[in-house]
């Protein structure tokens, strides 16, 4: 009896020895026990295919699996596993939150960068800017680079981007005697701020009520936070800078003031739909799909999709064209949501430097690249190469001089965005005076960054 005991015993410690020989393999991102690297690859929903959505089988997981699988294939440092995640978007934060908290936090992220602006203040991501070569710095614009630039490092390799721009009805435009001011189909016009009144203007005037019924001539909403870029995009017509150099709002001044004024005079005039303060973006958006808003906001996902609807007959087919947001100066405004990989500090020094060559893989390789096309590329080589296929590729290139960064890559860049809408919700309603609103929101803006750069990397380095 005590001979079996003794064996029995002796099973479970061998059991244990060997459990313990194999080392850590989990899908979550580790160095194994027999050599192999393991990375956790995560990202939302971007697109459905490698290259193109109409591939068998085309999922959201597959450009990052195919490059995950090239990238293993060619690389000779290490044995290398990548395992791919796709995350809800609406679940990214909380997923994170718990993972970094429980100190397993993914390897990289593949996502919009302007949602992951804070994880740089919290010293959750490494810099990337060792793997940015001359080429990559030449082929791709510096506005994108400013755009992912935290201090002085980069902490986003960009690799598509969607830019937001204005998209209005040629049609409506058309009927209403404005022929004059529509562009060319594959063109981003760019009208001067008295040429964006004049058409407001006379659609209101001149829009046939029998043809368009309920139309408005432009959309604004105040509903959310939900496409406020666009709102922050009119807020600096008139030349306000928005933040200064040490990442402070000064929109209280005069050029915002204006900017303001113009807002609440477009809704007094009623050149734009009525109860912008409780209308949504969304709400906007299918109000221009039904022909109901003359102009209306876009970026370039929307209006793919909405050419798409309008195609599978989804949509009553019109002539949607696209225009940049004016400036008072002339120039445009242009503002665009860079989609790059981000690399997760995991403490492991092998895991986070094969993280970095694949990153620069994924991001460089000149077949993968391509897959930028589901969006618009980052890369001037790309959109030229790709330019007939999709001539909108060569305008958005040529706008990428204009564009500025919407979030300042501040600290607390998401709590900011819960401090804009209520004011102009203030200022719609008669409750604010265009310059209480914007004294009040650049009050309560720089309290939250003031309270984020407390706990910020990049502030107190």
């Given at each position: 009896m005590r001979k079996k005991t003794l064996l029995l015993l002796l099973g479970i410690v061998a059991i244990i020895l060997a459990a313990c020989s194999e080392g850590d393999s989990s899908s979550d991102g580790t160095s194994s026990g027999d050599g192999t690297v393991e990375l956790s690859v995560w990202l939302t929903p971007q697109w459905q295919g490698v290259f193109d959505t109409s591939e068998e089988k085309a999922d959201y997981d597959s450009f990052m699996n195919y490059a995950a699988e090239k990238f293993v294939e060619q690389y000779d440092k290490e044995d290398v596993k990548i395992n791919v995640e796709v995350i809800a978007g609406d679940q990214r934060d909380e997923m994170l939150n718990v993972n970094l908290n429980g100190g397993t936090p993914p390897d990289i992220f593949f996502e919009s960068t302007f949602a992951m602006g804070d994880y740089v203040h919290r010293g959750a991501l490494v810099p990337i800017t060792d793997i940015i070569d001359d080429e990559a710095k030449a082929d791709i614009d510096q506005s994108l680079w400013d755009e992912v630039t935290f201090g002085d490092d980069v902490y986003f390799y960009p690799f598509t981007n969607n830019p937001g721009t204005l998209v209005y009805n040629a049609d409506m435009l058309r009927d209403a005697?404005?022929?004059?001011?529509?562009?060319?189909?594959?063109?981003?016009?760019?009208?001067?701020?008295?040429?964006?009144?004049?058409?407001?203007?006379?659609?209101?005037?001149?829009?046939?009520?029998?043809?368009?019924?309920?139309?408005?001539?432009?959309?604004?909403?105040?509903?959310?936070?939900?496409?406020?870029?666009?709102?922050?995009?009119?807020?600096?017509?008139?030349?306000?800078?928005?933040?200064?150099?040490?990442?402070?709002?000064?929109?209280?001044?005069?050029?915002?003031?204006?900017?303001?004024?113009?807002?609440?005079?477009?809704?007094?005039?009623?050149?734009?739909?009525?109860?912008?303060?409780?209308?949504?973006?969304?709400?906007?958006?299918?109000?221009?799909?039904?022909?109901?808003?003359?102009?209306?906001f876009t970026n370039s996902i929307l209006y793919n999709n909405l050419q798409a609807d309008m195609e599978s007959g989804n949509i009553e087919e019109f002539d949607a064209r696209l225009a940049n947001i004016p400036s008072e100066s002339g120039d445009p405004l242009s503002f665009t949501y860079v989609t790059g990989s981000a690399i997760f500090d995991t403490g492991d020094e092998k895991r986070m430097e094969v993280s970095k060559d694949f990153v620069k893989f994924l991001s460089s390789d000149s077949e993968l690249v391509k897959a930028s096309q589901n969006g618009v590329p980052v890369r001037a080589s790309v959109a030229e190469e790709l330019s007939d296929e999709n001539p909108l590729f060569t305008a958005y290139e040529e706008n990428a001089a204009y564009i500025f960064s919407f979030t300042g890559n501040v600290p607390g860049y998401n709590e900011l965005r819960q401090v804009l809408y209520p004011e102009l919700q203030a200022m719609y309603t008669g409750g604010k005076s265009p310059e209480e609103a914007i004294q009040s929101y650049q009050e309560k803006g720089n309290s939250v960054i003031d309270s984020a750069k407390q706990d910020s990397v990049i502030y107190n380095n």
């Open positions: 005697g404005l022929e004059e001011y529509i562009g060319e189909a594959d063109q981003l016009k760019t009208w001067t701020m008295d040429e964006l009144e004049t058409i407001l203007e006379e659609l209101k005037e001149n829009t046939p009520t029998d043809k368009y019924s309920n139309a408005y001539p432009m959309g604004l909403f105040a509903l959310n936070n939900q496409g406020d870029t666009w709102n922050l995009a009119y807020l600096r017509m008139f030349g306000n800078a928005f933040f200064n150099d040490e990442g402070n709002l000064i929109i209280d001044d005069e050029n915002g003031a204006k900017a303001a004024a113009w807002m609440k005079k477009i809704y007094d005039n009623e050149w734009v739909n009525p109860g912008a303060e409780s209308v949504s973006s969304n709400d906007v958006n299918a109000m221009f799909q039904n022909q109901q808003l003359g102009v209306s």
